[in-house]
């Protein structure tokens, strides 16, 4: 089975543009949930969706949205960038293990803005 | 979800067995215990999770303390490639309505196996 797949992997945009992340997540697994990772904050949670809902979104301003396909690809959005934008944007993919779940995650998209 | 408590950093020698603690004291009774590691300019990898029994996979095994308020993370023998940041995460068990997918990171502990 393909694992999870971000693009582009490397993106470099100037203040006040706006980027399109994209996600293709493991077939068959209808949640995926998108992480940024920066040095000083480390990983933290933006938001998840299962079957084409936001069922729920982490602390982060209203310019960093997303959507799901009915086909469980993903794509995230961060309208007019900032310099604190910068970071490794990581989404995963999940499923159920019993009451558990395990996270698939891909290799990220490295976003930085000049 | 309960908050945990990791070494910032610990080394192993390749070969020998590289033993991870993690405190969860607030830990409640419907929450798993993930771990979960990074290795640089990678995503996450997801290695076990348990309850209140030890669990034991391909990766690693999973010590859970009787009164479940800490953990090990045991990987047997500790190769180079399993230099990372190991993240230890309690998160409560999946239900209808519940949200797949969210995980508290906290800072993890940077192992570094030297040769």
């Known amino acids: 089975k393909a694992g999870v797949t971000q693009t582009p992997r490397y993106l470099i945009k100037t203040r006040g543009q706006q980027v399109t992340l994209s996600c293709s997540p493991i077939?068959?697994?209808?949640?995926v949930s998108w992480y940024q990772q920066t040095p000083g904050q480390g990983l933290q949670f933006l938001f998840e969706?299962?079957?084409?809902?936001?069922?729920n979104k982490g602390n982060f301003p209203g310019r960093f949205s997303g959507r799901q396909f009915s086909n469980s690809r993903s794509e995230m959005n961060v309208s007019t960038l900032e310099l604190g934008d910068s970071a490794l944007y990581l989404c995963?993919?999940?499923?159920?293990?019993?009451?558990?779940?395990?996270?698939?995650f891909g290799s990220g998209t490295q976003l930085s803005v000049l | 979800d309960a908050k945990t408590t990791q070494p910032t950093s610990m080394d192993c020698a390749e070969g020998r067995a590289a033993n991870l603690p993690c405190n969860h004291s607030?830990?409640?009774?419907?929450?798993?215990v993930y771990w979960y590691r990074q290795i640089h300019s990678q995503g996450p990898q997801y290695i076990i999770h348990?309850?209140?029994n030890n669990e034991t996979n391909e990766m690693a095994s999973l010590i859970i303390t009787e009164d479940r308020k800490s953990s090990t993370l045991i990987l047997p023998h500790a190769t180079l490639r399993d230099t990372a940041v190991y993240y230890c995460?309690?998160?409560?068990?999946?239900?209808?309505?519940?949200?797949?997918?969210?995980?508290?990171f906290g800072r993890g502990t940077q192992l570094t196996v030297w040769p």
């Open positions: 995460i309690v998160r409560g068990h999946y239900d209808r309505g519940s949200t797949l997918g969210r995980l508290y």
């Open positions: 348990g309850l209140k």
């Open positions: 077939s068959g697994h209808r949640s």
């Open positions: 607030t830990i409640s009774g419907n929450e798993y």
């Open positions: 969706y299962f079957s084409e809902t936001q069922r």
């Open positions: 995963a993919s999940s499923v159920k293990q019993g009451l558990g779940e395990k996270l698939f």
